[in-house]
């Protein structure tokens, strides 16, 4: 499912070279006691993390419980989503009350897109959002991370799955790894416009 929904993903949204990430996944896998689904961890390798037309962010992978000056990670975004997910966690004793989701992107509306994780084989999980604006405040779709991408660009869902439109129906988006908006907003460079940045050399006060 993953990789050919992958490979029709790169021909919409090609990637960048040597721009992926090289990542330990055995180590992600005791972390969060699962695997993590095929297509995102060849995202990953073929991407790495990083902005789709300054619209969406799909997070680097990270421990649960991690401790990070990066507040747009997985261990974070996760723990953001779970603190909301319908049933509500159980109180103390009255069962795990364990949120079978796990977070991979963010929407410029502060949608949280996760999976929802209660299949044993993680290439089988559906998506599942966290609206921040939609009319439910969590919906599932069938189909996996490089799926529902694909499908948001194309406009193939019933109406936009994300509180903001910016990439419903595009069908050429743009993306950048992380290193490289870090690197063009460093030398002053708007990543988005190719333009100077005219907060480049802003200060604010505290």
């Known amino acids: 499912m993953g990789w050919s929904a992958l490979g029709l993903l790169k021909r919409i949204m090609p990637p960048e070279s040597g721009v992926g990430a090289d990542i330990n996944w055995a180590d992600l896998r005791r972390a969060w006691g699962t695997s993590l689904p095929s297509d995102y961890m ?3 390798a073929g991407y790495g993390a990083g902005e789709i037309s300054d619209a969406f962010s799909i997070v680097c992978p990270q421990k649960p419980g991690a401790t990070s000056s990066d507040m747009s990670g997985m261990a974070y975004e996760t723990a953001n989503a779970r603190g909301l997910w319908k049933p509500a966690p159980a109180p103390s004793g009255a069962g795990t009350g364990k949120a079978p989701v796990i977070a991979w992107g963010v929407s410029a509306g502060a949608d949280i897109v996760c999976w929802l994780t209660e299949n044993s084989d993680p290439n089988q999980w559906p998506v599942t959002v966290l609206g921040r ?3 439910a405040l969590w919906k599932t779709y ?3 991370m490089a ?7 194309h406009a193939e869902f019933d109406e936009s799955p994300l509180s903001d439109d910016t990439l419903w129906g595009n069908t050429s988006p743009q993306f950048l790894n992380y290193r490289q908006v870090e690197r063009l907003r460093e030398a002053g460079v708007d990543p988005w416009t190719g333009e100077p940045d005219p907060y480049a050399d802003a200060m604010f006060d505290d």
Do not use: I, V, Y
Request: include cysteine.
């Open 142 to 144: 069938d189909c996996g």
């Open 147 to 153: 799926e529902f991408l694909r499908r948001l660009f």
């Open 133 to 135: 604006h939609t009319k």
């Open 42 to 44: 060849a995202f990953m």
